[in-house]
């Protein structure tokens, strides 16, 4: 049975002790299994070891680069035996280092995150470019900490995109509040357009970003195809329009969809494939017992299957 690896990169002080122990006081994580938390630095935060060790947490500190060798890391998986491994990695020491460091043979890196002080990230872009970006390169996550909440996120965003495309961007707030800093400008459709073509492609980003930031399309006119589906419960004129997604597999499908309004919906047939020219409200139903956005449909025309049924 493999023994899950989760990394934690970036440089002193940019938050990712806090999360840390965030995430190892979540009894959902532990589970009552066994931790062993590397920390390949010791900042101004430290954890609390005999809170953690309740919780089958056991710290091991590495005190210099040098340390973290293939043998010291056999040595730990010997004498902790652990069920999940964390490690808090100090990007000084280079992500190449952690890279040419081979794990024990049943340990499996799941997850990668970099954490970002934003008070600081201009300026170790500008003189410390490449160990910045280096972990971002193989991260699933990059989250910048201690964000002004009226300042605008997109550049950041942007200047972390160019180095790592598929990343994910999370920016948390001092005030307490997060947010994604995707701009108009950083989507891949024209939001000035008199009429907002949707392309396949794109699709699943309209979906998440308009549940995201409703909004930001509140009022705006959108055109996509997808596909007509009835849905028992929704209220009278209203049909669910969307596309079937692989999230991340063939195994792995979800309906992205929207509650739309049509005049003539009783015409509409199951399954079928339309072209949807439509209004976007952001707006609370009490059918759907949540506020987002709804589609008004300003014609509604009949299509062929695209090639790619599923995006």
């Given at each position: 049975?493999?023994?899950?690896v989760?990394?934690?990169?970036?440089?002193?002080?940019?938050g990712?002790?806090?999360?840390?122990?965030?995430?190892?006081?979540d009894?959902?994580?532990?589970?009552?299994?066994?931790?062993?938390?590397?920390?390949?630095?010791?900042?101004?935060?430290?954890?609390?070891?005999?809170?953690?060790?309740?919780?089958?947490?056991?710290?091991?500190?590495?005190?210099?680069?040098?340390?973290?060798?293939?043998?010291?890391?056999?040595?730990?998986a010997?004498?902790?035996?652990?069920?999940?491994?964390?490690?808090?990695?100090?990007?000084?020491?280079?992500?190449?280092?952690?890279?040419?460091?081979?794990?024990?043979?049943?340990?499996?890196?799941?997850?990668?995150?970099?954490?970002?002080?934003?008070?600081t990230?201009?300026?170790?872009?500008?003189?410390?470019?490449?160990?910045?970006?280096?972990?971002?390169k193989?991260?699933?996550?990059v989250?910048?900490?201690?964000c002004?909440p009226?300042q605008?996120?997109?550049?950041?965003?942007?200047?972390?995109?160019?180095?790592?495309?598929?990343?994910?961007?999370?920016?948390?707030?001092?005030?307490?509040?997060?947010?994604?800093?995707?701009?108009?400008?950083?989507?891949?459709?024209?939001?000035?357009?008199?009429?907002?073509?949707?392309?396949?492609?794109?699709?699943?980003?309209?979906?998440?970003?308009?549940?995201?930031?409703?909004?930001?399309?509140d009022?705006?006119?959108?055109r996509l195809?997808?596909?007509?589906?009835?849905?028992?419960?929704?209220?009278?004129?209203?049909?669910?329009?969307?596309?079937?997604?692989?999230t991340?597999?063939?195994?792995?499908?979800?309906?992205?969809?929207?509650?739309?309004?049509?005049?003539?919906?009783?015409?509409?047939?199951?399954?079928?494939w339309?072209?949807?020219?439509?209004?976007?409200?952001?707006?609370?139903?009490?059918?759907?017992?949540?506020?987002?956005?709804v589609?008004?449909?300003?014609?509604?025309?009949?299509?062929?299957?695209?090639?790619?049924?599923i995006?």
């Amino acid at each position: 049975m493999s023994v899950p690896v989760y990394m934690f990169a970036g440089f002193l002080e940019s938050g990712k002790t806090s999360f840390i122990a965030s995430v190892l006081g979540d009894p959902g994580f532990t589970r009552d299994e066994t931790t062993l938390l590397i920390q390949c630095e010791e900042g101004m935060e430290e954890y609390d070891e005999e809170s953690l060790a309740k919780s089958g947490v056991s710290v091991v500190y590495l005190d210099s680069a040098e340390e973290v060798t293939t043998e010291r890391m056999a040595a730990l998986a010997e004498e902790y035996d652990p069920d999940r491994v964390i490690i808090e990695y100090n990007s000084v020491w280079t992500i190449e280092r952690l890279g040419g460091c081979m794990l024990p043979r049943l340990w499996e890196v799941v997850q990668i995150m970099t954490a970002v002080d934003a008070t600081t990230f201009d300026n170790y872009m500008t003189n410390m470019r490449q160990i910045m970006t280096d972990p971002m390169k193989v991260s699933d996550l990059v989250i910048f900490n201690r964000c002004d909440p009226k300042q605008s996120k997109s550049p950041w965003r942007r200047q972390v995109k160019a180095v790592a495309p598929r990343v994910n961007v999370l920016f948390e707030n001092t005030d307490g509040t997060s947010e994604d800093g995707v701009a108009d400008e950083d989507l891949p459709y024209d939001m000035k357009a008199g009429i907002i073509d949707i392309a396949d492609e794109h699709i699943p980003t309209f979906y998440i970003d308009s549940m995201d930031h409703p909004e930001r399309y509140d009022r705006k006119t959108v055109r996509l195809v997808g596909q007509v589906f009835s849905e028992k419960g929704m209220p009278k004129g209203f049909y669910l329009f969307g596309r079937m997604a692989m999230t991340c597999c063939a195994d792995d499908m979800a309906f992205l969809g929207f509650a739309c309004e049509y005049d003539k919906a009783y015409e509409l047939v199951e399954k079928s494939w339309v072209e949807v020219t439509a209004t976007v409200d952001k707006e609370y139903r009490p059918e759907f017992r949540a506020e987002g956005p709804v589609l008004r449909a300003v014609s509604v025309v009949a299509t062929k299957k695209p090639k790619d049924e599923i995006i």
